[in-house]
C-alpha cells in the first residue's frame, strides 16, 4: 500500500475518534464533567444496535435511528436528571462529578457484562456498505470514512454555529460560567445541561456503532478503544473543537502510516505496539507536555476531602484512648479474616484472592483517601509486582539469581518503587482531571507495551511456594497473605499517624498552606505515591499466586477504573473500607454469573450521591440519625438543668463546645468570635471523646455505645442551643451589644445544658463577655 | 547581624508587557516590624510572592542573610526560617486546631521515612526516639519538646479552650489567629504577613498588633502587607510604600507619611486618618 492509501485508511478510524472527541467536548462545555462514561455508553448503544439487526431483524435505517435518535440522547438525559443535575444542584467538586461519571461506567458496563456476557462478537452491523468510490487514479476511499468525515465536518459547523451565533450558545457559556447565577437571570440551566448531555452521549453511540463492526464487539475492549480518544480532549485542553478533531484525524493517520515500517529487534517490537496504540501513547505524551488543562470551575478539583469524611485521629491522649477502645472492632475483623481457614479447600482458594485485592484497595487509600489525590493506574502498579516477582522467582530478570518463591513476591513488590517514584513526578504539579487521566494512561500504556507483550509476559511459571523447603500448603499461602496484608496495614496506619500523617492531611486540606510551614510538599508526594505503588505490587503479586496464572486482563487498565470506584465507595479513606470492599467483589464474583460485581459496584457508585463519604460514612450517618432519634425521643430541650445524666456518660466524654472561652486573650473581640465559633459550629462526628473523669469500677461501654452516646449528647445540645436562641430572641429586653450577642451567647450556654457533669468541669461564666442577654435568663424563658 | 536579615535586591517581576515590580530594594531586619503598602495594583502582592518563593524574580536577588533563596521553593524557604501567612486563611480544615499548630512546629525536619516505619517520636538519637515513641504511646512520658513549643503558643494566645476544635469550622478572626499561631510554631526568624487585619473588627485588629510587638521584641523580624495603613503606621518601625511596582518612600512610619508622593496618592484615594475606619463599616 502506498503512503496515500495508508493516510486514507487512517481517516475513518481518526473521524469517529474525533466524534467521539465532540461528544466529550460538548457534555464537558456545557456541564464541566469530563464524562468517562462515554465508553460504556458507546459499548451499550453498540450492543443494543447489534441486537435489534442481529437477533430481532430491523432493517439497518430503523435501528440507527433507534439507537442514535432515541436510545442515546435517552440515556443522556437520563443521567441528567438523575445523576448529574443533583451534584450540580450542590455544587459538586469537579472531582466528585469525575468520580459520579465513573461509577455510570462501572455501572453500564455492568449491565452490558449482565445482558449480553463477557465474550466477544465479531457481527456487528456496520452502518454504511462496504463499498468504496474511486477518488483520483488507483485511489479509492471507503465510503465509511466519507460518510464519517462529512459527518464530522457537519457536527462540528453545527455546533461552532450554535456557540458563537445563538442565543443558546450564550445561555451555554452563562451556565457553564456559574449555574447558579444564570437561573438567576431566567437562563433554563436545566435544559442547556441536558441538550449538553443529550448531545455527547448521541455522539458516544454514534462513535460505539461505527468502531462496534471494526473491531471484536466485547464490553470492556470497546470502552477501552473509546477511553484512548481522550487524547484527542486533551490535546484540545478541553476547550477547542477544531484542535480535537484535527489530532484525532492526525494520530490515527500517523497510526496508519506506521505500518509501512518494519524495524528489527525491540525497537520494531515497539513499533508493532505503536501501531496500533498510538492513541493512548500520545494521551500520555499529552498529558506530559501540556501543563494545564483548562479546566472548568475554581482550581480546587483535585480536592477529594468530600470523599474523606475524617481528620487525623486526635493526637495526644484523647487519641490513645480511642485508639485503645478500637482493639475490639479489630480483633472482631481480624476474626473475620482468619474465617476462610475453616473453609472447604476450594472455598479457601476462592478466598485466596480476598487479602491481595484487598492490598491494591489499599494502595488507592493511600492515594485517594489520604493524599487527595486521584490515581486510576494501580492496576498498572498490581500488574508490574506480579510480572516481576514471577520473573524472580523464574530467575528471568536482568540476569539475577532466581529467589524462592516468597523473596520473589516482597521484592517484586520493591521493584516497583522505581515505577511508582517516577509516576509521582507529574503527579507533583498535577492534580484533578489532569492527575487521573496522566495515572489511567501510565496504567494503560504499561498493559498494552508489557503485560500484552510475549516477550515480557510468556513463559511465566508458577511455582508452588515454599518456607525454607517446605513447601506451603492452602492454608498456610492465606496465613502469609494475611500477613502481607497487615504489612500494608501497618504501612497505612504510620502514614497517618504523628507527624506523617499530620503532614500528609495538611498537605491534602491546604498544600499552600502546608508548604508556608516547612511541609515539603514535593517529597510527601513522590512518598505516597511510591508507597501505595508497593502496597499495590506486593497485592498484585499475591493476586497472582491465588489465581495460579499472569493473565494481562487482570490488570487491564479498565480494573483500575472499577476498583478505584469500589474504594470510593466503600470509604476512600477507610482501611476497613478497603478490605470489605474486596471481600465484597470477591464473594460477588464466585456466586454471581461474571461481571456482577461490576454492576453492584455501579449501583452502589449511583447511590453515592445520597452518601458522599462513601459507605464508611454513611455508616456514621446512620447512627447519627439513631443518636437524634434518640434524643428527640428522650431528652427534653427545655430542660435547663436536665434530667441527671448517668454518670458513665461523664466517663465517656464531653463535648468540646460546651467549654467557656478563656479569658486570658484579654480581647473581647476575639473571646466572643471563638464562643460564638464553639457554640454554633457542628463539628465533624464523632466527637473527639476526651475522658477527664475515668470512674473506677464503671465499665467502659464498647465503641459503638460511647460514639452513639456521645452522638445523643452532641445533638441534644444543638437542640437545645437552638431552642433557648429562639427563646433570646424573642426576649426584647436586651438592648445594644447585649443583643448581638444575646444569641450567640444564648447558644454557648444551651450546649452547656445538658450535661451537667461538663458544665461543672468549665463553667467559666466570670470571664465570658456576654453582658446583660445573659444565658441564664434566655434559657430559663 | 547576617543571620535572619531578609534582603530583596534589585527584585524584578514583569507579565507580558506589565512590570509588577520594577527595581525594588527591601532589608527587612530581625526584631523589627516592616511595613509594605500601596494603592491596590502597586506591585505589593507580587513582590511578597517574590518573598515567599511562590513567584521567582526575573531580575534580582532575595537573600535570607547571606544565603540567596531566589530560586527556592516556598517550603525550602520555609524550612530556613522565612515563614509566611496568606490573604484567605490557608488552616488545615480536617485537623483540630493543636494539630494545626502541631504541624507548624515539627516540619523543620523532613525525614519522613522514619514516620513510616513508625519512629515519629521526638527525640535525639534514632534509638531514643524510638524508646520515647514507645514510652509516650503507653502514656508513661512527658510530652516531647515540640509538644512544648505548641502549648507555650496555645496558652500565649489564648488559644487553649479551641485545641480541639476542627479547624475548618472557624470563623475568620479566629482562623487568622491560629494561623498565626501556626506560623509562629514553626518559630521564624522572618514572618511574612499577607493582610493578617482583613476580615478582623476593631479589637482583633488591636489584638493582633499587640501580638506582632510582642513577636518582634522576641527577636522575630516581620513583614506585613496591609491596606489598612493605619494598622501599619501604628506598629511598623519601618515603611516601605510602593507606587506602580516601584519603591516611592521609604524609612520610618513618619517620614514616610509625610512624603508628598504617598501623600498624594492617598489624598486621591481616601484621606490618610479615614482609611482605616472606612473598614469599620464593612
Same mark, same amino acid.
Given at each position: 500500500m502506498t503512503s496515500i492509501d495508508l493516510g486514507l485508511a487512517g481517516i475513518s478510524?481518526?473521524?469517529?475518534?474525533?466524534?467521539?472527541?465532540?461528544?466529550?467536548?460538548?457534555?464537558?462545555?456545557? *456541564?464541566?464533567?469530563? *464524562?468517562?462514561?462515554?465508553?460504556?455508553?458507546?459499548?451499550?448503544?453498540?450492543?443494543?444496535?447489534?441486537?435489534?439487526?442481529?437477533?430481532?431483524?430491523?432493517?439497518?435505517?430503523?435501528?440507527?435511528?433507534?439507537?442514535?435518535?432515541?436510545?442515546?440522547?435517552g440515556i443522556g438525559l437520563l443521567l441528567e436528571r438523575l445523576v448529574f443535575r443533583p451534584l450540580a444542584r450542590r455544587r459538586a467538586s469537579a472531582a466528585e462529578s469525575l468520580v459520579a461519571s465513573l461509577g455510570v461506567l462501572v455501572l453500564i458496563l455492568g449491565i452490558t457484562a449482565g445482558i449480553w456476557g463477557l465474550g466477544s462478537r465479531s457481527d456487528a452491523p456496520s452502518l454504511f456498505p462496504a463499498h468504496s468510490v474511486r477518488l483520483f487514479g488507483d485511489t479509492r476511499i471507503g465510503v465509511d470514512a466519507l460518510a464519517e468525515l462529512i459527518m464530522v465536518v457537519v457536527f462540528s459547523v453545527v455546533i461552532g454555529l450554535i456557540a458563537a451565533r445563538t442565543a443558546f450558545g450564550r445561555q451555554i457559556r452563562a451556565v457553564v460560567d456559574d449555574r447558579q447565577l444564570a437561573e438567576l437571570s431566567g437562563v433554563p440551566a436545566d435544559r442547556v445541561a441536558a441538550a449538553g448531555w443529550a448531545a455527547g452521549t448521541t455522539m458516544a453511540g454514534l462513535t460505539g456503532v461505527l468502531l462496534a463492526p471494526r473491531f471484536q464487539l466485547t464490553p470492556y475492549g470497546l470502552t477501552l478503544l473509546v477511553?484512548?480518544?481522550?487524547?484527542?480532549?486533551? /490535546? /484540545?485542553?478541553?476547550?477547542?473543537?477544531?484542535?480535537?478533531?484535527?489530532?484525532?484525524?492526525?494520530?490515527?493517520i500517523l497510526q496508519s502510516e506506521l505500518r509501512q515500517f518494519t524495524l528489527d529487534g525491540d525497537a520494531g517490537q515497539i513499533l508493532t505496539v505503536l501501531q496500533s496504540n498510538l492513541f493512548i501513547v500520545a494521551l500520555l505524551i499529552l498529558l506530559l507536555a501540556v501543563p494545564k488543562l483548562r479546566e472548568l470551575g475554581s482550581g480546587d478539583s483535585g480536592a477529594t476531602s468530600s470523599f474523606s469524611s475524617r481528620g487525623a485521629p486526635p493526637s495526644g491522649r484523647v487519641g490513645q484512648a480511642r485508639f485503645r477502645r478500637d482493639y475490639l472492632g479489630k480483633l472482631g475483623g481480624f476474626a473475620l479474616l482468619?474465617?476462610?481457614?475453616?473453609?472447604?479447600?476450594?472455598?479457601?482458594?476462592?478466598?485466596?484472592?480476598?487479602?491481595?485485592?484487598?492490598?491494591?484497595?489499599?494502595?488507592?487509600?493511600?492515594?485517594?483517601?489520604?493524599?487527595?489525590?486521584?490515581?486510576?493506574?494501580?492496576?498498572?502498579?498490581?500488574?508490574?509486582?506480579?510480572?516481576?516477582?514471577?520473573?524472580?522467582? *523464574?530467575? %528471568?530478570?536482568?540476569?539475577?539469581?532466581?529467589?524462592?518463591?516468597?523473596?520473589a513476591i516482597l521484592v517484586g513488590a520493591l521493584l516497583v518503587a522505581p515505577v511508582g517514584l517516577i509516576t509521582g513526578y507529574p503527579a507533583i504539579r498535577r492534580k484533578g482531571l489532569t492527575l487521573a487521566l496522566t495515572t489511567f494512561a501510565v496504567g494503560a500504556v504499561v498493559s498494552r507495551f508489557v503485560f500484552e507483550q510475549p516477550t515480557f509476559a510468556s513463559r511465566l511459571y508458577i511455582d508452588p511456594l515454599t518456607f525454607f523447603g517446605h513447601a506451603l500448603n492452602d492454608k498456610a499461602f492465606y496465613v502469609l497473605e494475611l500477613l502481607c496484608l497487615g504489612l500494608g496495614l501497618l504501612l497505612v496506619r504510620n502514614l497517618h499517624h504523628g507527624r506523617l500523617g499530620r503532614a500528609l492531611l495538611a498537605l491534602r486540606d491546604n498544600s499552600g498552606g502546608a508548604a508556608a510551614v516547612g511541609v515539603d510538599v514535593r517529597n510527601l508526594k513522590l512518598l505516597a505515591f511510591t508507597v501505595s505503588s508497593v502496597v499495590a505490587g506486593l497485592g498484585g503479586a499475591l493476586l497472582v499466586h491465588s489465581s495460579y496464572t499472569f493473565s494481562a486482563d487482570d490488570f487491564a487498565p479498565l480494573q483500575s477504573l472499577l476498583?478505584?470506584?469500589?474504594?470510593?465507595?466503600?470509604?476512600? %479513606?477507610?482501611?476497613?473500607?478497603?478490605?470489605?470492599?474486596?471481600?465484597?467483589?470477591?464473594?460477588? %464474583?464466585?456466586? /454471581?454469573? %461474571?461481571?456482577?460485581?461490576?454492576? /453492584?459496584?455501579?449501583?452502589?457508585?449511583?447511590?453515592?450521591?445520597?452518601?458522599?463519604?462513601?459507605?464508611?460514612?454513611?455508616v456514621r450517618g446512620v447512627l447519627r440519625l439513631l443518636a437524634q432519634y434518640l434524643a428527640d425521643s428522650f431528652v427534653d430541650p427545655n430542660q435547663r438543668a436536665p434530667r441527671p445524666v448517668p454518670v458513665r456518660i461523664s466517663a465517656v466524654g464531653y463535648l468540646p463546645a460546651t467549654t467557656g472561652i478563656v479569658g486570658n486573650t484579654g480581647l473581647p473581640g476575639i473571646g466572643a468570635t471563638l464562643g460564638a465559633a464553639r457554640s454554633g459550629h457542628n463539628p465533624a462526628w464523632p466527637t473527639p471523646a476526651r475522658p477527664f473523669a475515668r470512674t473506677a469500677g464503671v465499665p467502659a461501654p464498647t465503641p459503638f455505645g460511647a460514639a452513639l452516646v456521645s452522638a445523643v449528647q452532641q445533638y441534644a445540645a444543638a437542640r437545645a442551643a437552638q431552642v433557648s436562641a429562639r427563646a433570646g430572641a424573642g426576649s426584647t429586653t436586651a438592648t445594644g451589644p447585649a443583643a448581638l450577642s444575646g444569641p450567640l451567647a444564648d447558644a454557648g450556654s444551651g450546649t452547656r445544658g445538658p450535661l451537667g457533669a461538663a458544665a461543672t468541669h468549665t463553667a467559666r461564666a466570670d470571664s465570658a463577655p456576654y453582658g446583660p442577654g445573659s444565658p441564664t435568663q434566655g434559657g430559663r424563658r | 547581624m547576617s543571620r535572619g536579615v531578609l534582603q530583596g535586591v534589585g527584585l524584578?517581576?514583569?507579565?507580558?508587557?506589565?512590570?509588577?515590580?520594577?527595581?525594588?530594594?527591601?532589608?527587612?531586619?530581625?526584631?523589627?516590624?516592616?511595613?509594605?503598602?500601596?494603592?491596590?495594583?502597586?506591585?505589593?502582592?507580587?513582590?511578597?510572592?517574590?518573598?515567599?518563593?511562590?513567584?521567582?524574580?526575573?531580575?534580582?536577588?532575595?537573600?535570607?542573610?547571606?544565603?540567596?533563596?531566589?530560586?527556592?521553593?516556598?517550603?525550602?524557604?520555609?524550612?530556613?526560617?522565612l515563614v509566611q501567612t496568606f490573604q484567605v486563611p490557608s488552616l488545615f480544615t480536617s485537623l483540630t486546631v493543636a494539630d494545626n499548630l502541631l504541624v507548624g512546629a515539627e516540619n523543620r525536619r523532613r525525614d519522613y521515612a522514619g514516620g513510616l516505619l513508625g519512629l515519629s517520636a521526638q527525640g535525639r538519637s534514632r534509638v531514643s526516639r524510638t524508646v520515647a515513641g514507645v514510652l509516650e504511646r503507653t502514656g508513661l512520658a512527658p510530652k516531647g519538646p515540640v509538644d512544648r513549643v505548641v502549648e507555650e503558643v496555645l496558652s500565649s494566645l489564648g488559644l487553649s479552650d479551641i485545641r480541639d476544635t476542627i479547624a475548618g469550622t472557624l470563623p475568620t478572626g479566629a482562623l487568622r489567629l491560629v494561623e498565626f499561631a501556626r506560623a509562629l510554631c514553626a518559630q521564624p526568624d522572618i514572618l511574612l504577613l499577607d493582610e493578617p487585619a482583613s476580615g478582623l473588627d476593631n479589637a482583633e485588629t488591636a489584638k493582633l498588633s499587640e501580638l506582632l510587638r510582642q513577636t518582634a521584641a522576641r527577636g522575630v523580624g516581620i513583614l506585613i502587607v496591609d491596606h489598612d495603613v493605619d494598622l501599619i503606621f501604628s506598629v511598623a518601625d519601618q515603611v516601605y510604600a510602593m507606587v506602580g511596582g516601584r519603591v516611592v518612600a521609604s524609612g520610618d512610619p513618619g517620614t514616610v507619611r509625610d512624603d508628598p508622593t504617598v501623600r498624594s496618592v492617598y489624598l486621591a484615594q481616601a484621606p490618610l486618618a479615614a482609611a482605616g475606619h472606612a473598614r469599620e463599616g464593612s
Open positions: 478510524l481518526g473521524a469517529i475518534a474525533a466524534l467521539s472527541g465532540i461528544g466529550l467536548l460538548v457534555t464537558y462545555r456545557t *456541564n464541566g464533567v469530563l *464524562n468517562l462514561a462515554q465508553g460504556g455508553i458507546a459499548t451499550l448503544v453498540a450492543y443494543i444496535f447489534r441486537e435489534m439487526v442481529v437477533e430481532w431483524g430491523l432493517p439497518i435505517w430503523l435501528a440507527a435511528i433507534l439507537a442514535l435518535a432515541v436510545v442515546s440522547p477511553l484512548e480518544t481522550f487524547a484527542v480532549v486533551v /490535546a /484540545a485542553r478541553l476547550s477547542s473543537l477544531p484542535v480535537a478533531i484535527l489530532t484525532a484525524l492526525g494520530i490515527s482468619l474465617a476462610p481457614l475453616t473453609f472447604a479447600p476450594s472455598d479457601l482458594r476462592s478466598a485466596f484472592q480476598v487479602p491481595a485485592l484487598a492490598l491494591i484497595f489499599l494502595s488507592m487509600v493511600i492515594i485517594t483517601g489520604y493524599s487527595g489525590q486521584i490515581s486510576l493506574g494501580a492496576a498498572g502498579f498490581a500488574g508490574l509486582g506480579a510480572l516481576l516477582s514471577l520473573k524472580l522467582a *523464574n530467575g %528471568d530478570l536482568f540476569g539475577l539469581p532466581a529467589l524462592p518463591g516468597i523473596w476498583w478505584f470506584t469500589a474504594v470510593v465507595v466503600f470509604g476512600a %479513606d477507610s482501611s476497613a473500607g478497603a478490605i470489605v470492599a474486596a471481600a465484597f467483589i470477591v464473594t460477588i %464474583d464466585v456466586l /454471581a454469573p %461474571d461481571g456482577s460485581s461490576t454492576l /453492584a459496584v455501579g449501583i452502589l457508585a449511583l447511590a453515592l450521591g445520597w452518601m458522599p463519604g462513601g459507605l464508611a460514612s454513611a | 524584578v517581576r514583569r507579565y507580558g508587557g506589565l512590570t509588577a515590580v520594577d527595581h525594588v530594594d527591601l532589608v527587612a531586619p530581625p526584631g523589627m516590624i516592616t511595613g509594605l503598602i500601596g494603592p491596590n495594583g502597586a506591585g505589593k502582592s507580587t513582590l511578597f510572592s517574590l518573598l515567599t518563593g511562590v513567584e521567582q524574580p526575573d531580575e534580582g536577588q532575595v537573600l535570607l542573610g547571606t544565603t540567596d533563596i531566589s530560586t527556592m521553593r516556598p517550603d525550602i524557604r520555609s524550612r530556613r526560617g
